[in-house]
Each structure stands twice: as structure tokens, then as C-alpha cells.
């Protein structure tokens, strides 16, 4: 691609970030669950997964959505900067997509986490990739999270016991911002965060077909 | 005393409720009604309200909530009251419509249980739930129900030899019925192998209160059930025939578990399953399925054994040859159970009868168990200081 000069001073520098190793996780149904990092050419693919659930109000579902799609195609287009998404797929269905960025090499940001198929722990899955991807990946010592809905709020600031750090700012505003540390992540990691490497190949090779969901429990009657 | 049947049955989905206590219990009450084909209003039929709530006043800040179920729906002048005890409230509340009616105080009593938990998180409805333990001897010391499950089942393991995988089993069963059970709150069947087998089953299924993990506990869930009692001897007036309440019995135990002399035997739910039997005249063989207080897959084990289903310690070998699910030779929660359907605690004791109504009538779809005449509810209160058993028995 050309990038005119414009385009040029309008790009935020990029680190080199090592990429997310991808893993897969069996969920209580049984069903394997593959997480791996998105390219911006999946983009686009990502964007009508998370597009119908921009409209759902239910546990937040609108706001958490609607920021999601923003940050994918800032993303997409370069107006973030050093930002990473994970996508969980099972069977090459998309499943649920996370999203933070590197802020520099000690602190890093989660941005958003949604779940579209339910009832397996897949947010909490999904959420405990990003946060590996931060600590053991890419080296971090503190990730900043806040949370828009109560289901995250219960998940991540009182689960893993997060760290209420009200004078520390972060990009999406809401609730006062938490804070992940390298201790708690050591201390939670055990019971959060689980899953198998390398993938087999093939079953790699289905995930990243990133096939959209037929159905949205989250909207009944759906139909794409 | 007279004989009371059940004329109809209502329930609502269980798992979050959209719409306030009050609205939630009407909509239950509402299906109730339409099934014994009663309408609301000038001239309704109903004699008395009973409604069954263990949190309304904790969690809803809402009290004489029968009082306002009668005003919305419209059911004046009708007697009501609430009944509240823990979570046998339900059965408790059948109780006293039965002797209502059996006592001749009246014709046609309406039952409703119903909680709305979901409005506080997991850990508020638990430190909710334990409110019921003794306040200086259990819940000072921050004993939880789930803590003296755990500790339950750590005995009944070392004492008969239970498993982890033996309770496993009994989720992985009551979550495949509740799939045939439209009102069930969770529609989703565990892998056996994924919950406890699998390396990552220590996260995808963590221990809650070791030895039981999320798999082995029941959700936190709103919902309400309902049943309209009835005098048999006026049967004729209804749509459909009135499955008879054959027996109730209820018995009580020590409020502190650490009283009893032995920790492992439930010996109110011994006692109260004696005294429904004796009353219905019925043995534990003659039971054709049951629905049984498994807020903690150890306690559907343990219950059948006290029930007189299985020998004492075998209730876990009858589970591993199959015969506690639909087509084994004593199905037991056959609407999911709590387990899986979802266990809103006023609601339960209703939501239990409302299944085996259901089961006597041919009526449960896909979880039907054939030819099924007697029927066997264990509503647990407390941990197991309280409990209400009641038989159903299908009118040839």
C-alpha cells in the first residue's frame, strides 16, 4: 500500500510486538475453543460478526459492540496505535473477540471483551488470553482495565481482585480504572487462564477461516 | 379430611427475570390459572393465596408480597399470606394449601413460589442464602452452603466411596434432561470428559468448595412456579383431572450441622419421606420418579438414599448404572433440578410439584417418563434442618 504523506503523519509509530502464540481450550461442552491473533486483514470479517450486536442493549451488549467495531477499524486503518485483537473460534466460527494495546513496554490496555456465543466461559477465557499476552508475551508489568458492564466488572475487577487505581487514566473513560499487576497476575493465573500449544495444524488452519456465527443467543430469531 | 388435588400448574423461565418480584409471580400464577381454567376477577373461585418467598424482604426490600400478588391479579377477597422457609418455602406453602383445603376452610387454595436473586451478585445471594445458618455457632464464623456442602461431601466420599466423578455424572444427567425442559435456566449439557477430565477442566470447571466445582453446584437464578390446589371432591369443575397430593410429611433436625450426631445421615429427610410415605400409604418402590433437592449434586445422592430409593451409600452406584435418569428404573430430575434448571429458592419446593404434575398428566415432552403414577418431591431447607417431602399420585 501507498501511503501518501498525509496518511503518513497521521499513522502512529508501531512497536514490533512478539505475536500472541495461539492456544485452544477445552470448553465444558467439549468443544475446543482456538484463540489466536487477528491480522488486520481479518478485520473486516470481525466487523459483521460484532455488527449485529451494536443494537443489543441487554447486559451492555450496544456499548461494549459498538466501541469493539470502532476500535477494529481504527485499527484496520491505522488510527491506533500498537493495538492487538484475539479472536476465539470454535470449529473456524467466530465465538468471541478481545482487544488491548501496548502503551509502552511496562503498561498495556484492555480495551474491550465480547462473548457472542454464551454460557461456556468464553469471555473469561478470552479475557485471560489478553491478559497473558500482556504479562508473559509481551513483557508487561500492569495492564489498565475498566469495564462497562456488571458481568465484566465481576469477572475482572472482583475476581482477580484487580487494583483500584482511581488517579490513573484510561482511554475509554468509565468506572475508575483498575489495575492487573505482574502479583495478582501470578496469583490468579492458575485458576484463570488455561489452554494447550502449539494447535494442531489443521484445526489452526479451520479457526482462521473465521466463519461468522449463524446465530446470536443474544438476539433470538437471528438470522444471517 | 377431604382429598386435594392439583388442578393446574404454571412456571415461568427460570433464570433472569425482566420484569419485577410481583409481575414475575403474577406471570406464573396467570399460567396456573388458564390451566385449571380459572379466570380472574368477579367471581374467580379462589379461597386463598399462598405465596412462597425466602428473599423478598432481603433481596427485593418488598414484604406481604401475597398481599400484592392478590391486588395484581385482581384475585380480592381472596385469605393470603407469605410463607418463608428458606428454601423449602415452597413445599412448605403446598403444606398449608393442602390443610386448607383438607381442614374444609376452603375449596381452591393458588400457590406461587418465587425469587427474584439475580439483582445482587453470586457472592451477595450466598452470603443471602446463609443468613438461614445458625448466626452464632455457622454464619459468624462465614460458613456458606456451598462450605458445608463441601464438607458433606468430603465425608459421604470417605464414607461410601462417592467420586468426583460419580457427581459429575449426576450434573452431566440433569443438564441432558433439562434440555427437554423449555422453563430450565440452563440449556447447555456438559462434557463429561471436559468438567472433569481434561487438563483444562481445573479452570473450565474450578473447585467452588472443595470437593464440588462449579459443575456440582446449582445456579443463582430468578424464577417463579405455581399450582392451584383443589378439594377432589370437586374435581368435575376443572378442565383437566386434578393429580391427587397423596402425602405430605416434614421433619426438622439440629440448626447447627456440628449437633448431629451423625454429619452424614439426613435425618429430617429421613423422617419426612416416612411420614409422606406413611400418609400415602405408598413405599419408596412404589415411586416412579422424583425430583429431589440437588442444590449440590451430593445432596441428589444422598437424598435417594434417605428417601429409601437406594441402600444407604449406593445411591452414587445406582447413578453410575444409569438408573436415576429418564429410561432408568427411578428417573430422578427429570426437569433438570435445581442443577440445572435453576434453583430460585421460594420457587423450588412449587417449581418440583409443577414437574411432577406434569409427569403424572404425560404432559413432560421429551423427559417423560412412561407409565409414571406416584411421584416424590424432597424440598431441603437449611442444611437439611427442614425439609418437606410430598407425593403425587395420578387418579386412575
Not at chain 1, 37 to 51: C, G, H, M, N, T
Not at chain 2, 257 to 267: F, I, S
Amino acid at each position: 500500500m501507498i501511503v501518501d504523506k498525509l496518511e503518513q503523519s497521521l499513522r502512529p509509530p508501531e512497536t514490533n510486538m512478539p505475536p500472541y502464540p495461539p492456544k485452544y481450550i477445552t470448553l465444558a461442552s467439549g468443544e475446543k475453543m482456538v484463540v489466536h491473533q487477528a491480522s488486520r486483514e481479518d478485520v473486516p470479517r470481525l466487523l459483521e460478526a460484532v455488527r449485529p450486536l451494536v443494537t443489543v442493549e441487554k447486559d451492555f451488549y450496544d456499548i461494549v459492540a459498538a466501541r469493539l467495531y470502532a476500535e477494529l477499524l481504527a485499527y484496520q486503518r491505522y488510527r491506533v496505535k500498537d493495538e492487538y485483537v484475539l479472536v476465539g473460534t470454535i470449529d473456524g466460527v467466530i465465538v468471541g473477540i478481545v482487544n488491548g494495546r501496548m502503551v509502552d513496554d511496562r503498561v498495556g490496555m484492555s480495551y474491550h471483551t465480547v462473548a457472542i456465543k454464551r454460557g461456556l466461559r468464553i469471555g473469561a477465557q478470552l479475557f485471560a488470553a489478553k491478559m497473558e499476552y500482556h504479562m508473559d508475551y509481551l513483557g508487561q508489568q500492569e495492564v489498565l482495565i475498566v469495564a462497562e458492564s456488571p458481568i465484566g466488572y465481576r469477572r475482572w475487577m472482583i475476581e482477580y481482585e484487580l487494583e483500584s487505581r482511581p488517579s490513573t487514566w484510561h482511554e475509554l473513560g468509565g468506572v475508575p480504572t483498575h489495575v492487573l499487576t505482574k502479583a495478582l497476575w501470578e496469583k490468579h493465573k492458575p485458576m484463570k487462564c488455561t489452554g494447550r500449544r502449539p494447535v494442531p495444524p489443521e484445526m489452526l488452519e479451520v479457526a482462521k477461516k473465521l466463519i461468522l456465527p449463524s446465530e446470536y443467543p443474544q438476539i433470538p430469531g437471528f438470522k444471517r | 379430611m377431604r382429598k386435594v388435588g392439583i388442578a393446574g400448574v404454571g412456571h415461568t423461565k427460570f433464570g433472569r427475570s425482566e420484569v419485577p418480584l410481583v409481575d414475575m409471580l403474577a406471570l406464573a400464577a396467570l399460567e396456573a390459572l388458564d390451566d385449571a381454567g380459572i379466570r380472574t376477577g368477579k367471581g374467580h373461585g379462589v379461597d386463598q393465596v399462598f405465596v412462597a418467598s425466602m428473599g423478598a424482604g432481603l433481596l427485593n426490600r418488598q414484604s406481604s408480597v401475597a398481599s400484592a400478588l392478590v391486588d395484581t391479579l385482581n384475585l380480592q377477597p381472596a385469605m393470603a399470606e407469605t410463607v418463608e422457609n428458606g428454601p423449602a418455602s415452597g413445599a412448605s406453602a403446598v403444606k398449608l394449601g393442602y390443610m386448607g383445603i383438607a381442614s374444609g376452610m376452603c375449596d381452591v387454595a393458588l400457590v406461587v413460589g418465587g425469587e427474584l436473586m439475580r439483582v445482587v451478585t453470586g457472592w451477595e445471594a450466598t452470603d443471602f442464602v446463609a443468613t438461614m445458618l445458625h448466626p452464632d455457632a455457622e454464619y459468624a464464623y462465614g460458613l456458606t452452603l456451598p462450605a458445608f456442602a463441601g464438607m458433606f461431601t468430603r465425608l459421604y466420599m470417605d464414607k461410601y466411596g462417592v467420586t468426583e466423578k460419580d457427581l459429575a455424572m449426576v450434573a452431566v444427567k440433569n443438564h441432558e434432561h433439562a434440555m427437554h425442559n423449555p422453563v430450565a435456566h440452563i440449556q447447555l449439557v456438559p462434557s463429561f470428559h471436559a468438567i472433569i477430565e481434561d487438563e483444562d477442566a481445573p479452570v473450565i470447571n474450578p473447585y467452588v468448595a472443595e470437593p464440588l466445582r462449579v459443575y456440582d453446584v446449582c445456579p443463582v437464578s430468578d424464577g417463579a412456579a405455581a399450582v392451584v390446589l383443589c378439594a377432589m371432591d370437586l374435581a368435575d369443575r376443572f378442565p383437566k383431572k386434578p393429580v391427587r397430593i397423596a402425602g405430605i410429611g416434614q421433619a426438622t433436625d439440629t440448626h447447627v450441622v456440628a449437633e448431629r450426631e451423625v454429619p452424614t445421615d439426613l435425618l429430617a429427610v429421613r423422617l419426612a419421606a416416612q411420614r409422606a410415605y406413611a400418609m400415602a400409604g405408598l413405599k419408596p418402590e412404589d415411586i416412579d420418579v422424583a425430583e429431589l433437592h440437588d442444590a449440590f449434586t451430593i445432596l441428589e445422592i444422598a437424598i435417594s438414599e434417605e428417601a429409601g430409593l437406594f441402600p444407604r451409600g449406593e445411591g452414587h452406584l445406582a447413578v453410575r448404572r444409569g438408573e436415576t435418569r429418564v429410561g432408568g428404573r427411578i428417573p430422578i430430575n427429570t426437569s433438570g433440578g435445581l442443577k440445572a434448571k435453576g434453583h430460585p429458592l421460594g420457587a423450588t419446593g412449587v417449581s418440583q410439584i409443577v414437574e411432577l404434575v406434569r409427569q403424572l398428566r404425560g404432559e413432560a415432552g421429551g423427559r417423560q417418563v412412561e407409565g409414571a403414577r406416584h411421584g416424590l418431591a424432597v424440598n431441603f431447607g437449611g442444611f437439611g434442618n427442614n425439609v418437606v417431602a410430598t407425593i403425587l399420585s395420578k387418579e386412575e
